[in-house]
């Protein structure tokens, strides 16, 4: 893999991108702010395998084999991410927060992120939410979940990962958490869509992909009109569904975290293209769903710089103005 004053990410076989000269050289504020709506407060990887982004193949497996993989093919590939070393993942993503002047919504239990804001108060706003962890991790308690946001510094509810649990986001046994953020004027960030190549077979038996339809939202929102709420995945890949939400919910944004670098660019680039076409480009927001891999955040910006179908206004607001608005942050626009 070549060094960050040289990268060149090659999505496809037959294409090449270079990466923005202001990603490969400047450093913080020589450089536009980013908000990244989606990041993780891992202490450390769970698993240390490099990554091809943009693979355009996923796994197959056989119900016959014990240990099935899961995710994404392994291939050669440039550039291949790699995984931070042990102990070091914290400190490399921060790093990379500060070398791209990136502002992230990092999720997490509260100890785990309270970790990240001591480390980059400036950088980091908290996150947690009423699930531990996905799947059937149990809930916490609705009176500690207020005070989190209450007197915690948490500034936003999630990630929800009902999906996981088979549940829609739209299930009355919930419903009392997101009267909380509606009462507290919190939004609230909800996993829609999808959950990588074989998790219900492989990891997470009770996965839905029907779960993840971003339909399922409309009885919750007319439950709370005011709520303000974040699609993560933009629900990919049901475009249609996700399209008459936005239409029907003004209240509702995506984030493309997770899908930027999951599937084919083509696809990815086809996916966000609907979105802006279809006139809600002041609702989609920059994520990565960061984990693992630290140079994963460069690389999903540069996806975003480098797509020929926006504008630069239109990349800017992807990128910055539509999450300050949506998090109600005191910043000016950037253009």
């Not at 970790?115 to 706003?125: D, L, M, S």
Request: proline share 7%; charged share 20%.
């Amino acid at each position: 893999m070549k060094s960050d004053l040289a990268i060149c990410f090659c999505f496809l076989a037959a294409s090449c991108i270079t990466a923005p000269a202001s990603l490969a050289q400047n450093t913080g504020s020589d450089v536009p702010p980013v908000i990244d709506v989606h990041v993780h407060a891992m202490d450390d990887i769970p698993f240390g395998a490099p990554m091809c982004p943009n693979t355009a193949k996923f796994t197959a497996s056989d119900p016959a084999t014990k240990e099935a993989p899961f995710g994404w093919v392994q291939e050669e590939c440039t550039p291949k991410l790699y995984p931070s070393a042990k102990g070091e993942y914290r400190k490399d993503v921060l790093a990379e927060m500060e070398r791209l002047n990136v502002t992230a919504v990092v999720f997490g239990d509260p100890d785990s992120v309270a970790k990240w804001k001591a480390a980059a108060p400036g950088r980091v706003i908290p996150g947690t939410t009423f699930t531990r962890g996905m799947g059937e991790g149990g809930r916490v308690p609705l009176d500690e979940l207020r005070k989190d946001f209450t007197s915690g510094g948490f500034k936003v509810m999630g990630e929800i990962g009902l999906q996981y649990e088979g549940l829609s986001p739209s299930d009355p046994s919930v419903d009392q958490y997101f009267a909380l953020a509606e009462q507290l004027d919190i939004p609230v960030a909800i996993h829609m869509g999808t959950g990588g190549s074989g998790r219900a077979n492989i990891t997470s038996p009770k996965f839905r992909g029907s779960k993840g339809d971003p339909l399922l939202l409309e009885d919750l929102l007319a439950r709370h009109p005011k709520l303000r709420v974040q699609v993560m995945h933009a629900g990919y890949p049901m475009i249609d569904n996700m399209l008459t939400l936005l239409q029907a919910n003004s209240h509702v944004y995506v984030d493309v975290a997770g899908l930027i670098w999951s599937y084919p660019l083509k696809e990815v680039n086809r996916y966000i293209e609907r979105l802006v076409e279809a006139g809600f480009e002041d609702r989609v927001m920059f994520g990565t769903d960061q984990l693992v891999w630290p140079k994963l955040m460069a690389y999903s910006i540069s996806i975003i710089q480098n797509a020929d179908y926006l504008t630069p206004e239109q990349k800017r607001d992807i990128l910055y103005n539509n999450a300050a608005r949506f998090l109600r942050l005191d910043q000016k626009k950037t253009e």
